[in-house]
C-alpha cells in the first residue's frame, strides 16, 4: 500500500520559516507528479505547488510565488516544501499527494492525484 507522510508543521509567526517534509513509501517518485495541497476552516482545498517528474515540470499557487519552493530528493523518496515569509492566510493543513503521469499543473489546479498522505497542521500567527 502507498504511503506519504507529511511533516515539519507547526506554530511560527508571520514573517518566520517552516519546511515541510513528506516521506513516500511503497513507491518511487518516477514518473509521477508530487505536491502540496492545503485546506484551511471552511475553505476548499488548494493546490499550493506541484512538480512532476514526468515533464519536469514545477507549478505554484500564485498566492505563494516567490515565498514557497518545492523540491525533491528522489533518491530518498522525500518530497519537501520550504515555506519562507509566512503569512497568517498560510494556516492550514498541509497535505501531499501524488499521482502517475501528468504534468504537475494538472496535479495542482484539476487535482489529478491518486495517492494522499495524512496532514500536518501549519499555523501562523500574526
Known amino acids: 500500500e502507498v504511503q506519504l507522510q507529511a511533516s515539519g508543521g507547526g506554530l511560527v509567526q508571520a514573517g518566520g520559516s517552516l519546511r515541510l517534509s513528506c516521506a513516500a513509501s511503497r513507491f518511487t517518485f518516477d514518473d509521477y507528479a508530487i505536491g502540496w495541497f492545503r485546506q484551511a476552516p471552511g475553505k476548499e482545498r488548494e493546490g499550493v505547488s506541484c512538480?512532476?517528474?514526468?515533464?519536469?515540470?514545477?507549478y505554484y499557487a500564485d498566492s505563494v510565488k516567490g515565498r514557497f519552493t518545492i523540491s525533491s530528493d528522489n533518491a530518498k523518496n522525500t518530497l519537501y516544501l520550504q515555506m519562507n515569509s509566512l503569512k497568517p492566510e498560510d494556516t492550514a493543513v498541509y497535505y501531499c499527494a501524488a499521482g502517475l503521469g501528468i504534468s504537475s499543473k494538472y496535479a495542482c489546479v484539476y487535482n489529478g492525484m491518486d495517492y494522499w498522505g495524512k496532514g500536518t497542521q501549519v499555523t501562523v500567527s500574526s
Open positions: 512538480i512532476s517528474n514526468s515533464d519536469g515540470s514545477r
